[in-house]
Nanobody
Framework: QLQASGGGLVQPGGSLRLSCSASGIIFRFSDMGWYRQTPGKQRELVAALNSGGSTNYADSVKGRFTISRDNAKNTVYLQMNSLKPEDTAVYYC???????????WGQGTQVTVSS
């Protein structure tokens, strides 16, 4: 399973770091991603990091967000800087096992950017 944490309320321009820890799942060879969703909208990809270390970011977060992983801790992170009100959403982590095609989702963590 995946356990996401680190969300909260932050002022515009502030920073947060989200964490997502995996247990009972092969982590090291899996592809990881952070997604976000607001009411009435589809879940969208924010950042992705595959097992080889390649990253991909949504245009709206490039230069502000950084995805990283610690395979020793079975954890993926999303460092979010220069946060904007439009970053407000529930953030989800996803693990994909490319060799099975199976996806695992975390439970979501709320990020609210407001003054």
């Amino acid at each position: 399973q995946l356990q996401a944490s680190g969300g909260g309320l932050v002022q515009p321009g502030g920073s947060l770091r989200l964490s997502c820890s995996a247990s009972g799942i092969i982590f090291r060879f899996s592809d990881m991603g952070w997604y976000r969703q607001t009411p009435g909208k589809q879940r969208e990809l924010v950042a992705a990091l595959n097992s080889g270390g390649s990253t991909n970011y949504a245009d709206s977060v490039k230069g502000r967000f950084t995805i990283s992983r610690d395979n020793a801790k079975n954890t993926v992170y999303l460092q979010m800087n220069s946060l904007k009100p439009e970053d407000t959403a529930v953030y989800y982590c996803k693990l994909t096992q490319s060799w099975t095609g199976r996806d695992y989702w975390g439970q979501g963590t709320q990020v609210t950017v407001s003054s």
